[in-house]
């Protein structure tokens, strides 16, 4: 079972991942930067499975994206002590595509391994695929 915070609760109870987004290099490693390209650039990504194609490919984009996911976003910490971010974008961010057809335009972000500056990448996802849950701190609503 995960437990859910707001962005406020998660900076105050130090649960908050420790890479800087306003200093990350997003294409720092091989490893991110196989996950820039497979999710900006159409048809690289395996057509086998689900695969999310920022609109927009550009870097400062993509950067832009786990920035404000970072700044803003609720922290999910998983029953493995594993931290994600969910930022909700408010509007659609590219099509998803599974098995080579489209089946959703996300207006989210799941922002996985915060804390690895190594590994940390970021895709879109659909909003309507969590739900409104509370803080476990404060009760204020977040998407989880």
């Given at each position: ?17 420790a ?35 920022y ?28 931290k ?30 915060p804390e690895?500056?190594q590994k ?16 476990a ?8």
């Amino acid at each position: 079972m995960s437990t859910h915070y707001c962005h406020s609760c998660a900076l105050a109870l130090g649960h908050y991942p420790a890479t800087n987004p306003e200093v990350v290099n997003l294409t720092g490693s091989n490893y991110q930067l196989q996950k820039f390209v497979k999710h900006t650039t159409p048809g690289t990504g395996s057509w086998v499975g689900k695969n999310s194609i920022y609109a927009d490919p550009t870097y400062e984009a993509y950067k832009n994206y786990y920035v404000s996911g970072s700044l803003s976003g609720s922290l999910e910490i998983d029953a493995n002590g594993r931290k994600n971010v969910i930022w909700y974008a408010s509007s659609s961010l590219g099509t998803c595509w599974q098995n080579g057809a489209p089946v959703f335009s996300g207006d989210a972000v799941k922002i996985v391994l915060p804390e690895d500056d190594q590994k940390v990448h970021h895709f879109h996802i659909e909003a309507s695929g969590y739900q409104m849950t509370a803080c476990a701190k404060c009760g204020n609503p977040i998407l989880s």
